[in-house]
Structure formats: C-alpha cells, structure tokens
C-alpha cells in the first residue's frame, strides 16, 4: 500500500476559491495522478486557516486574511462528492489546544495532519511574519522550532506530524541552520514524539523548496523510527503532478531505515500496512 495523504485541492493564493477547487472533477484529477503512480490511499487535507471556524481559535492576522471558507462544507463535499479520505492540516497554536480540539472533534474526520508553521506569533516558511527577520539566532529558531515540534505531539491534536524538520525548509545558502550535529535539536522533540505515539510524516515537499530535502532529515528519522513512531507518506501536493511526486526517493530512505509499514487512517482511527505499490 502507498498513500498520500497530505494533499491540498488548491494552491495558496488567498483567492483560490472552494467553487473552483471543491470540485468532483477536480478531486479526479488528483485520483488520476494518484492510480497511475500506484498510490491506492488518497487524502486531502486543507488548510485550517482557510475556514472561518478557525478564527475561534487563534486570530492572527495572516489567519484573518484567509479565513473565509465554510469547514462543514468542504467536509460534506469531500464526504459526498469524492472517494477521498477526509483530513485537515491544522496548525498547533500553543495556549488554544482546547479551542482547537473543540474544532477538530466536532468534525468527522479520517485524520489530522498537525503542522508547526509559527513560533508564536511569527512565521517559519514565509516572509511575510517572518521569524527570520526578528533578530533571532539559528540556534534559538531551531531549539524553539523542535521544543514546539515535542509539544504539539503532546497535545494529543494530531494524527501525524506534518513536514518535521520543516524548520530546514530555506536551505543552507538562504538560512542556514547551526553548525554541528543536529541531533541536539532533534533530541528535543523525540520524548514527546515516543509518549505521544504520534505518526511522523515523510514529506517530499521538501524536494521541491529551497532546502531540496525529503523532511525529515535521515537521522531526525532513524531517531523517531527508534522512539517507535510509525511513518505517514505524504507529498503535500497543492497541484495534481505533485501527488506521489519524489516517491522514489522517500522509498528509499524507509528501506534503508527498515521501515516496512505505513499508516493508514480511517475516522481517527490508525491502522499499518505493508508498503507496496498497488497495481496499475
Ligand atoms: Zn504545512
Ligand atoms: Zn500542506
């Protein structure tokens, strides 16, 4: 079994319209893509942010600009119209916990796929927000960013934790990251990873960022394959042709690590399978 579950219907332009991307035969597109790279378990999972309901729970102002969706909508369509599964990525908001909880479990959802994209206020993969731009060291992002990682496990929110080194996401050149060994900073989000017994996402959207790098890095990997975390496969595809994309490569990387198992999901409920491609 191969799956892809992180997966947006839309790109993230603000005026990307539900009427223009919730669309059975735009769901198909993506289906398409998915048989013909033999990837049988396919999810989307939108954006929090782009649902009004999400101002309930934090409202920054990049969440306020987005913000204008209807989320029980966009899970009727995907339950009505498509064979996908149902997931959402939703952010991990320190001090709103409760709130997005409250949000997150009145819906009938396949998953959660939680992300860390800020550190209070500021923004980690932006420029807009940008924590790059306060001042602060790379070792002060990085040892905030994985201490963050660690308690959005321990939050209980989440399925999976999407894109877990995302921390890496500008590359050497642009933003590089400490010197030395980086397990140090992995090291702080590994005991909430194993108490929580949350999924690791293996992200190729990394190959397609500046880093140029499936997240996570192999060693930050190994460390939660040990801590006995099990392994989501994802692309985080916001276009068709990026569904599966770099496959062969994440492949790679779970055999060397011996991971032969990945999770699949169905109303919050986790599951492992063999991986495999399904035939064609
Ligand atoms: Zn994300
Ligand atoms: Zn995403």
């Not at 997931?87 to 939680?114: H, P, S, W």
């Not at 990682?149 to 929110?157: H, I, Q």
């Not at 099990?230 to 496959?247: K, M, T």
Request: charged share 30%; aromatic share 10%.
């Amino acid at each position: 079994m191969l799956t892809d579950y992180h997966v947006h219907l839309r790109g993230d332009e603000p005026l990307a319209s539900p009427a223009e991307h919730f669309t059975a035969a735009n769901a198909e597109r993506y289906r398409e893509v998915a048989s013909e790279r033999g990837i049988a378990e396919l999810g989307v999972s939108e954006h929090v942010y782009r649902f009004r309901q999400a101002l309930t729970v934090w409202r920054h102002p990049f969440w306020q600009r987005f913000a204008h969706d209807d989320l029980d909508e966009y899970c009727g369509f995907v339950r009505a119209q498509t064979d996908l599964r149902l997931g959402i990525e939703a952010d991990f908001v320190a001090g709103a916990e409760d709130r997005m909880a409250n949000l997150l479990d009145d819906r009938d959802l396949d998953y959660v796929i939680g992300s860390v994209h800020f550190l209070r206020d500021e923004a980690l993969d932006m420029d807009e927000y940008s924590v790059w731009d306060s001042g602060r060291s790379a070792e002060e992002i990085w040892r905030r960013y994985f201490q963050t990682l660690g308690e959005s496990a321990r939050s209980g929110l989440f399925d999976v934790l999407a894109h877990p080194d995302l921390v890496k996401v500008w590359g050497r050149a642009q933003r590089p990251p400490p010197q030395g060994d980086l397990r140090r900073y992995y090291e702080l989000a590994i005991e909430g990873i194993a108490e929580s017994g949350v999924a690791i996402e293996v992200s190729t959207a990394g190959l397609r960022k500046p880093v140029g790098e499936i997240y996570p890095a192999p060693a930050f990997l190994e460390m939660c394959v040990e801590a006995g975390a099990p392994v989501a496969l994802s692309s985080d595809a916001h276009r068709p042709q990026d569904v599966g994309a770099g496959y062969e490569q994440a492949l790679e990387l779970l055999a060397q690590l011996g991971v032969g198992e990945l999770c699949v999901f169905e109303r919050r409920a986790r599951r492992l399978e063999p991986i495999g491609a399904s035939e064609r």
